[in-house]
């Protein structure tokens, strides 16, 4: 097949797609860092997770360390069972402790872990057991309500600064 | 009202049904006749030409300023909840997921779909078509694969160019103009975009348009009425037809692909 001119123009014209391609996977959603090596997966189960999702972070020291892999709902404990998925480079004892936090006041809700004392570390399918719930803002005004109502409980003070 | 009477209601339906069955058949003899397309590929190379590399100009300019916009305006909005640094996920989410292919597909109807649409109009009109025909050349085969191969590879390459140069056009405004910190603007940006939930996601909704937008021009050029008129407004249904076709496709895109 003889060569023509358009194709030089064609070939320019798919390597600059493709070079764009490339340009937007490595640069936008960062191809080389994802995580293709999978690591050891723990179970913990929350009262509440509030607004955690499947594929938030998981953080010990503000440093992530894994992703939270699925929820369900136990309806045996009718507690949260979080599934998370760790780092394989990342070792924790068994008695590490869960926070759900969230990051800055209007930010997304992640995870963090605290190591414990135990000399023995996790392995994959282990549960933890220490786990604290999110804090959910509707609870907060109520306990705020309560204890407010508890202490001015008397007369209402509605009608007294007449 | 002479058009109330239930025959020429029966005749109109009859007629769209005619049109549909129409579009089906041609879409069907597209889809058979990739062989032909491979057979001889200097045919979808100067389609691809055409369609493309022409584009390119109108693609480039248009995603620059579409980047330089979206930055502009997120700019503003996000200052006010003092999250400037999340502009980078924001200009390449809303160009990836949406923008992209969507004002891609858009231009693309106007600038390359309505060429085809005359092109092939006027061959119809000049009985070209009809002489191919004589000569046992299958017009079809001949004309409309290799235009309908050039514009389906060529729209998602144009998509990608749209998509990295708005990102460019984006981190234009934002950093050097405005004065963001790059590091965090490219940091949030590769934290907040996936692979493939969004950049995958973007290429098969530029070929699904691709697909839809090169079809409707074919479409109407091959139907057209073999009179200047009918070629006037052939090419005006390419343009009003692909448009709303992407659009309506980009809502189900969407729900299917981000629903969850």
Redesign the interface.
């Known amino acids: ?1 003889q060569q ?1 001119k ?2 030089l ?2 070939g320019l ?2 390597m ?6 490339v ?3 490595l ?5 080389l ?2 995580n293709f090596q999978t690591g050891y997966r723990v179970t913990a189960r929350f009262d509440n997770i509030g607004g955690l999702k499947p594929k938030a972070a998981v953080r010990s020291a503000g440093v992530v360390v894994g992703r939270v892999e699925s929820i369900t709902f136990d309806d045996k404990t009718f507690q949260a069972r979080v599934t998370l998925e760790l780092d394989k480079q990342y070792a924790f004892p068994k008695d590490s402790s869960l926070k759900i936090l969230t990051s800055g006041l ?1 930010g997304e809700q992640y995870i963090g872990i605290e190591a414990g004392a135990d000399e023995n570390n996790l392995v994959a399918g282990d549960s933890l057991t220490a786990t604290q719930s999110a804090v959910v803002l509707e609870n907060l005004i109520g306990q705020f309500l309560y204890s407010k109502a508890e202490e001015g409980g008397k007369p209402s003070g509605a009608g007294s600064k007449k | 009202m002479s058009w109330w009477r239930p025959s020429d209601v029966g005749l109109a339906v009859r007629s769209q049904l005619a049109d549909a069955g129409q579009a089906a058949r041609l879409f069907w003899q597209l889809i058979r006749q990739v062989p032909a397309a491979v057979q001889r ?2 045919l979808v ?2 389609q ?2 055409f369609l ?2 022409y584009s ?1 100009a109108i693609i480039a300019v248009s995603g620059l300023f579409v980047g330089f916009v979206m930055a502009l305006q997120g700019y503003y909005t996000l200052q006010d ?1 003092g999250s400037t640094e999340a502009l980078g996920q924001l200009v ?1 989410l809303s160009l ?1 997921r949406e923008l992209g292919p969507v004002i891609t597909a858009l231009l693309f109807a106007g600038r390359a779909g309505t060429s085809l649409t005359a092109e092939i109009g006027l061959m119809r009109a000049g009985e070209q078509l009809s002489a191919m025909e004589m000569m046992a050349v299958d017009p079809v085969r001949r004309i409309l694969v290799p235009r309908f191969w050039a514009g389906v590879i ?1 729209m ?3 998509s ?2 749209f ?3 708005g ?1 460019v056009g984006g981190w234009i405004v934002a950093v050097p103009m405005i004065g963001l910190d790059g590091g965090a603007f ?1 940091s949030q ?3 907040g ?3 493939f939930s ?2 995958g996601n973007s ?1 098969i909704k530029s070929l699904v348009f691709g697909f839809t937008v090169t079809f409707v021009a074919l479409l109407q050029g091959y139907t057209a009425k073999p009179t200047p008129e009918g070629v006037s407004r052939a090419t005006t249904r390419t343009v009003v037809m692909a448009s709303l076709a992407v659009l309506a496709l980009d809502f189900l895109l969407t729900a299917m692909m981000f629903s969850i």
């Open positions: 097949m023509s358009n194709d123009w064609v014209f798919v600059l797609g493709a070079a764009a391609l340009f937007l996977a640069q936008s959603a960062n191809l860092h994802l209007l | 590929p200097g190379r100067d691809v030409h493309g590399n390119l909840f390449a990836l060529a998602p390459l144009l990608l160019v998509n990295a140069v990102v490219w940006m590769q934290g975009v996936d692979v969004d950049l290429v």
